[in-house]
């Protein structure tokens, strides 16, 4: 017994002797990794807390939308870019106001909500529809150059074709009738790289370009 105490003892000793060097270090350790684990949850919880939020937002502006209430969803809008930008629901109600506030008549409401969505939307794809809706618009009020820009970057592969041809269309409203046939040869190339399953609607498209392209003086 009196051996077991001792070898205790000494045991005590020795961490005793190893807390002195190293408990400082010890609980800093342990304290910051209880404030991240902490920290985490609370994120997560955050970021839960938001996305619910944003949705209550979001549904509201499907309801004005369905009912084209330009101002409602505006306000939605609005109200998601203010306060859940950080959530996919902003740059959605963005684009969804957007187009109620073109076919109301207000291209500059339009116009302001598909620039935020083009550059602060938070997924790629919803950032390169942005802009090619926006691109659009621009080619409709003539602002040609500022549209092609919008036009620049290369976008995901299944809007690619969409890029090419609007490119084309200003191209040919700008007179560059060589450079928009390219355009429109790249989107017929690219409509036929996007994967996508061939159906009725993707062989009028197909059928669309070919148009603009030889009334362009290209041949089949």
């Known amino acids: ?32 990794v209880a404030v991240v684990a902490v920290g985490w949850q609370g994120w997560n919880w955050w970021q839960r807390d938001q996305a619910a939020q944003a949705a209550e937002v979001y549904a509201a502006l499907e309801r004005a939308e369905a009912a084209k209430d330009v101002k409602r969803a ?3 809008a609005g109200e998601l870019i203010d306060k859940f930008s950080g959530t996919s629901y ?30 602060h939307g938070k997924d790629v794809e919803l950032r390169d529809l942005a802009r090619l809706r926006l691109a659009s618009v621009l080619a409709d009020e003539k602002a040609y150059d500022e549209a092609l820009t ?14 090419a041809e609007v490119r084309g269309d200003v191209l040919v409203a700008q007179g560059k009738s ?34 603009k392209l030889e009334s362009l003086g290209a041949k089949p």
């Open 74 to 76: 505006r306000d939605a």
């Open 1 to 32: 017994m009196a051996a077991y105490d001792l070898e205790e003892q000494e045991q005590i000793d020795e961490l005793k002797t190893w807390w002195k060097q190293y408990g400082n270090l010890a609980t800093t350790v342990i304290t910051i």
């Open 150 to 163: 919008q036009l620049a970057s290369p976008p995901v592969e299944p809007l690619a074709a969409r890029y």
């Open 90 to 119: 902003a740059g959605l109600a963005a684009l969804a106001s957007a187009k109620l506030q073109f076919d109301s008549g207000d291209t500059k409401n339009a116009k302001l909500q598909l620039a935020w969505a083009a550059e």
């Open 178 to 211: 060589a450079e928009a046939r390219a355009a429109y040869a790249t989107a017929l190339t690219k409509l036929g790289e996007s994967g996508a399953k061939p159906d009725q609607r993707q062989a009028g498209y197909r059928d669309m370009l070919q148009v």
